[in-house]
């Protein structure tokens, strides 16, 4: 029996006329497709070709069709397929495309210099003391370095001058642009940038992290410790080892509350930072008197007796253990430089010193000065006050996270202990305040660049008066307070510091590269038909050009430089970071065994060393660009290089717990970046003319330019 569904079924079918037999469809023209047309015709090849997609009006009269494949009536945001990486050269172009250096508008320009030499130490030294000097010496002290930590702070401090010479060059280069990001994206390229931005954003949450947690353990010791005593009671059987031992809710609170008024639109007051650092100054000069006034010379000459005489009431402690062995390097050398690693957080801030460099009197010569007098008082407040506080108190005997008030109340100075905990918690009040205002700000630029999300630049309505990035304050602002509230402080502290030596590291890396760059003032089309050029498989390499390319390593011809010289000097770069990195990675894991002669280690580090040595002879014999700068960095390329080998020796120090976070957290980043960033990315997009490396970088619009 037949169904009324097949009935009316054959009934339709016997009404419609007879159909020709079908043709093969015939795709359109690559002039006809909606996703090329408007592209030109460098990229869209030969424009009578068949389309590999066929996407036409016909297409598109399915609204719901015309959603899946177009997103929206916007079709510049379309990537066809000639527009994805087709090679890996291609794919290389994009990862070291450089954002052009826009001019600025007249109105954006200060319209006088009014900073001297002393207003920028002030602004560096307020942006750079704080948490490391109330806290991070406690924590060093008691379990990494014991009293030399005085000795980790001199290393640190060398390293930050490394690094402070760096960043002076480069941020003398493009005075207006304020972060290691922007710096980066201007000089090096994309890839470089976002790793330098993705782990700026993460060193300044992790330092409005720590600096929570200290004003939390400050509070508590000013309060009896009864708040962490609870907290523990309650939650220690439930927190795993690889996190705190209970769940800090004070920390949790300061920052949501720093996050939402960022988020309400409070600024920063230049009065209210020469305030704190005025007070900041006089109360670290008061302790350090404290210190050696009441101080005991025997403290940093403990014997074993010391440690056994001590009872359980006073202390817990009645073996060395995990304490050291004593004396005045209990932890040995090793101690010393792993403390350096962590100590290079607490003179991190000398950057903001750069960002005032447009306003700033003879920014050539007051830059440089001002990052090293920044870096000389914050390496003297921090050496003298660990001088003190181990002077004051056996080093085992060290509050981890209150160690200042807890000192006092050893040595018996009840009042002055709350004088200083009080400040401590002003201090650190003021300093998460100068922490939490740039991270909204690098998270909108690459937003702005198309580097992350496009929501994280923009301004709920209700916020509209006050322009704030509402989704990057509170997306950061959270992860801020989660961290607070879970993680332990020594991994903070470690996490910190790996970010900035990983930051610095690309600042030394940017100087290096762009000192020997050649002008470019080829127009993005100009480019892109260079490169589809040198892409051609129908070239041929003769051996002459060959052969020309190895006499330029070691003979360069020109005195000025050329591309091949920029290239050259990029790959060589490229070459002694990774060589850097396995000398400091061997230095770091296995140095007894180099240095008492081992013969495969041994002869590995000669090798090293070798091959390093032959590379930055190569640097050294190509043209540097002649472009007259603010500044510059003396002993090319060997101080760059020492600053990079420096910065990565100590990151090797830094534990494997924290190498294991770090890596998490870059491989988040990267996710983003690939995923989303990298088709995102508006340097792809931008006809301008590219920025040179060299003569455009000097702000034409500055008056009184000094050449160098």
């Known amino acids: 029996m037949v169904t009324t569904e097949e009935s009316r079924a054959d009934n339709n079918t016997q009404m419609l006329p007879a159909r020709p037999a079908p043709s093969p469809p015939q795709q359109p023209r690559g002039k ?156 090096v390229g994309e890839l470089w940038a976002f790793i330098a931005g993705w782990n700026f954003i993460l060193s300044y949450i992790i330092a409005s992290a720590s600096v929570a947690k200290a004003w939390s353990s400050t509070f508590d010791s000013l309060i009896g410790n009864h708040i962490s005593q609870a907290l523990q009671k309650t939650f220690f059987q439930y927190m795993p080892d690889y996190l705190a031992t209970y769940p800090d809710f004070v920390a949790l609170a300061m920052v949501l509350l720093f996050t939402g008024a960022l988020a309400l639109g409070a600024r920063q007051s230049a009065l209210i930072t020469k305030v704190y650092t005025g007070i900041n100054v006089l109360v670290l000069i008061f302790i350090m008197l404290s210190g050696f006034f009441k101080g005991d010379l025997h403290n940093w000459k403990l014997t074993e007796q010391d440690y056994t005489s001590i009872t359980p009431g006073s202390g817990g402690i009645s073996s060395l253990g995990p304490l050291g062995f004593g004396g005045f390097v209990p932890f040995g050398l090793d101690g010393i430089l792993h403390g350096a690693a962590t100590c290079f957080y607490a003179l991190v801030g000398f950057d903001a010193i750069v960002t005032k460099g447009e306003e700033a009197l003879n920014p050539r010569r007051s830059i440089p000065w001002s990052i090293l007098i920044t870096i000389f008082i914050c390496f003297l407040a921090h050496f003298g006050v660990s001088a003190a506080l181990t002077l004051m108190v056996p080093y085992y005997l060290i509050h981890p996270e209150s160690p200042l008030p807890q000192a006092f109340l050893y040595i018996g100075w009840d009042v002055a202990r709350y004088v200083v905990a009080v400040t401590t918690l002003c201090a650190l009040t003021f300093r998460l305040q100068d922490i939490f205002f740039p991270i909204p700000e690098v998270i909108k630029d690459m937003a702005h660049d198309g580097l992350l999300f496009q929501g994280l630049a923009s301004p709920w309505k209700v916020f509209a008066r006050t322009r704030t990035p509402i989704m990057a304050i509170m997306s950061s602002g959270s992860l801020a307070g989660l961290l607070a509230l879970l993680f332990k402080f020594s991994d903070l502290l470690n996490l910190m510091s790996i970010g900035n030596l990983l930051v610095y590291s690309l600042v030394a890396f940017s100087v290096l590269v762009l000192r020997y760059q050649p002008e470019q003032n080829l127009s993005r089309k100009e480019e892109i038909d260079i490169s589809e050029c040198e892409a051609s498989p129908l070239e041929t390499i003769p051996e002459a050009g060959t052969s020309n390319i190895l006499k330029t390593v070691w003979y360069p011809i020109n005195t000025f430089p050329t591309q091949e010289s920029g290239r050259i000097i990029y790959g060589c770069t490229l070459l002694l970071v990774l060589l850097l990195t396995i000398l400091g990675l061997i230095l770091a894991q296995w140095p007894s065994q180099v240095f008492s002669g081992d013969p495969g280690l041994t002869t590995v580090a000669v090798l090293l060393l070798l091959l390093i040595t032959g590379v930055t002879v190569i640097i050294w014999r190509q043209p540097q660009d002649p472009t007259a700068l603010y500044f510059k960095v003396p002993a090319l390329p060997v101080l760059p290089l020492v600053s990079i080998f420096v910065n990565i020796y100590l990151m090797m120090l830094i534990t494997h717990r924290t190498w294991t976070q770090f890596g998490v957290w870059n491989a988040v980043g990267f996710v983003i970046y690939f995923g989303y960033g990298i088709r995102h990315s508006l340097a792809g997009n931008n006809h301008q003319q590219p920025p040179a490396s060299t003569s455009q970088t000097l702000d034409k619009n500055i008056p009184d330019a000094e050449p160098s």
Request: glycine letters at 8%; charged letters at 15%; one cysteine or more.
């Open 32 to 187: 006809d497709c909606l996703l090329c047309s408007g592209l030109p015709a460098s990229v869209l090849g030969d424009v009578s070709a068949p389309a590999p997609h066929a996407l036409t009006s016909a297409s598109l009269t399915d609204p719901v069709l015309h959603t899946l494949l177009l997103g929206s009536t916007d079709h510049s945001s379309s990537i066809p397929p000639r527009m994805r990486c087709q090679d890996p050269r291609q794919c290389g172009q994009k990862l070291v495309r450089r954002q052009p250096l826009k001019p600025r508008q007249r109105s954006e320009i200060p319209v006088t210099r009014h900073l001297n030499i002393l207003h920028l130490v002030v602004l560096g030294v307020g942006s750079t003391l704080g948490v490391g000097v109330y806290i991070v010496v406690g924590e060093v002290a008691l379990f990494v370095a014991g009293p030399a930590i005085i000795i980790s702070f001199l290393v640190a401090a060398l390293s930050s001058v490394l690094s402070g010479l760096c960043y002076a060059e480069i941020g003398t280069r493009i005075l207006w642009t304020g972060s290691v990001y922007r710096y980066s994206y201007i000089s």
